[in-house]
């Protein structure tokens, strides 16, 4: 059974602003490393719109004091019904990402600044060293190369990254173990 979209009828278009990486870094009440441990999907208490309350382990607090965090977006599947908002994050458990966060909204959640632009993934090269996957026109970088028409996603080590991030915002690295890029 394929699921089936909530609604027929076209939604009204949402803009989102295209943020510089230091506006991402000015607009951010919180950035972390984490890894995603859960993610649900429920209707609202209406039956209206599907939220999905995904869980984030906090791997490196980069700035705010956290330890998890759970954020309710709109969209995910419930039974046989999907609703699917373009640019809005879907988040897969054990998902690793760089997330820079909004402050609490009225029911009390943090949302990802600039949607996907507040998002980015951690991968492992073919080293196992991890590396942040920089999207071109998605989630900016100064670490990235201009990018000439169409350019495909490029990874930076996972340190050179956090450290910019930490410049940007005045902090320097943690000095503790498990700090960030040590596993």
Request: proline share 10%; net charge neutral.
């Amino acid at each position: 059974v394929s699921p089936m979209p909530i609604s027929a009828m076209p939604a009204p278009a949402t803009t989102i602003t295209a943020f510089s990486f230091d506006q991402l870094c000015e607009r951010a009440e919180a950035v972390y490393r984490v890894r995603c441990v859960s993610a649900r999907s429920a209707w609202d208490d209406g039956h209206g719109t599907i939220y999905t309350a995904t869980t984030l382990r906090v791997l490196d607090p980069v700035k705010g004091e956290a330890r998890e965090i759970t954020l309710r977006l709109p969209g995910g599947t419930v039974n046989d019904t999907t609703l699917t908002i373009a640019d809005f994050p879907v988040f897969h458990t054990d998902d690793e990402m760089v997330i820079f966060l909004t402050g609490r909204d009225g029911a009390g959640y943090p949302w990802p600044v600039g949607m996907g632009q507040g998002i980015y993934p951690v991968l492992r090269d073919a080293a196992g060293l991890p590396k942040v996957a920089v999207r071109p026109g998605v989630n900016p970088s100064p670490l990235a190369k201009p990018a000439l028409g169409e350019a495909a996603s490029e990874t930076i080590p996972l340190n050179d990254f956090l450290n910019l991030v930490r410049a940007r915002l005045g902090r320097t690295a943690p000095r503790t173990p498990g700090a960030a890029g040590s596993q």
